[in-house]
């Protein structure tokens, strides 16, 4: 957790390089380190919020695409009572009950930040964090995004409240169409310089 302190020197920010003149307001996270408060509000500064808007359209945009494109027919039949069920009973009818166009799941972001790998989703953290709120239970959050820390390999996983703004859509239904949001979402975040982002995924 930062905590905010007054300068007693002059410096800079350790995350766009602003200046921070003495007596000024400041985060510190420990080490040495400080990260100005404000200034990356800046036109002319790194801007994670802007990028993460444009990312969001973009993945929008791809949902979108592939809905139009892949979702014109159902890709499967949901069967009441199927003979592959294992709670299949002969004596009872099969029948066919509805469609799909795809399967359910969830779909996120995993931002890398392991040191074997040189940690690259650190830039991405940190203005995440410089311009987020911690929620006190280790996760972070910043408009329309969730950051939470996955203590089972290191890395942080990025989502979003309410329509989900990194698939532009939802796995409700739709996986695939939420996967090809998600990929488009980190192609824009890493063309905007944010590397390490990469889309991960499961079946409901």
Known sequence: MPRIITTKYPGNCADCGADIPEGADA????RGRIYGVGCHDKAD???????????AIAASEAYGAY??????TPAYAVVENDPGDMFHDPDKPTRVVGTMSDVCGWVWVNIDNRRNNGAPGKRFLTEFK????????????LGA?????????GSW???GYGADSVTGGTGNGALSAARAGGAAFVASMTAAGYEGLRVESRID
């Open 67 to 72: 809905v139009a494109e892949h979702y014109t």
């Open 45 to 55: 500064g790194p801007n994670v919020t802007s990028a993460l808007e444009t990312a």
């Open 130 to 141: 410089s311009h987020g709120v911690a929620d006190g239970d280790g996760s972070w959050h």
């Open 157 to 159: 996983h990025l989502g």
């Open 145 to 153: 995004y969730s950051l939470n820390h996955s203590g089972y390999n």
């Open 27 to 30: 985060r510190y996270y420990g």
